[in-house]
C-alpha cells in the first residue's frame, strides 16, 4: 500500500499575504481568498506586524497549500520555538466548494500594548476609515 499523502493548508494574515513584505516566504499563489471568524486582529505602533488571538471578530486572509517542509520554515518565520507565535489548526468552509478544511493559523498569546482592531471585519493591512 501507498503512503497516505495528507494535503496542509496555511491561513495567513498579514506579513505573508500576497503583496506583503514576506510573501516572498510563500512564494506561490493563494488558493483563495477567505474569512476566519471568531478572532481578533492587534497592531502596535511600534511593530510592523499584526498579532491574531481569539476573539469575536471575522478576519479576512488568504489560503495557501504548503508542504511539510514548507511548514516548518514557516514556523521559523513566525517564531514558534521563541514563542512568539504559536500554531493552531481552525476549521474554515471553502468559499466555492463550502467543504470544511482544516487550516493552520499562528496566533499570539500576549497581546499586552497592542490595540485591538475595533471592526467586525478585518483585513490587514488597515486603511484609514473616513466618514
Known sequence: ????????????Y???????????????KPLFKT???????????NIWYPALTKGSRSIIGEVYE???LKLKEMDEVEGVSTGLYRREIVQITHPKTYAKMDVYVYLKED?????????????????????
Do not use: C
Open 1 to 12: 500500500m501507498g503512503d497516505l499523502i495528507v494535503r496542509q493548508f496555511i491561513f495567513v
Open 14 to 28: 498579514g506579513t505573508l499575504k500576497r503583496g506583503q513584505i514576506l510573501h516572498h516566504r510563500l512564494n506561490q
Open 35 to 45: 474569512t476566519i471568524n471568531g478572532f481578533d486582529l492587534y497592531t502596535h505602533p
Open 66 to 68: 504548503i508542504t511539510p
Open 111 to 131: 497581546v499586552k500594548g497592542w490595540f485591538l482592531v475595533n471592526k467586525s471585519i478585518v483585513e490587514w493591512p488597515l486603511t484609514p476609515a473616513f466618514s
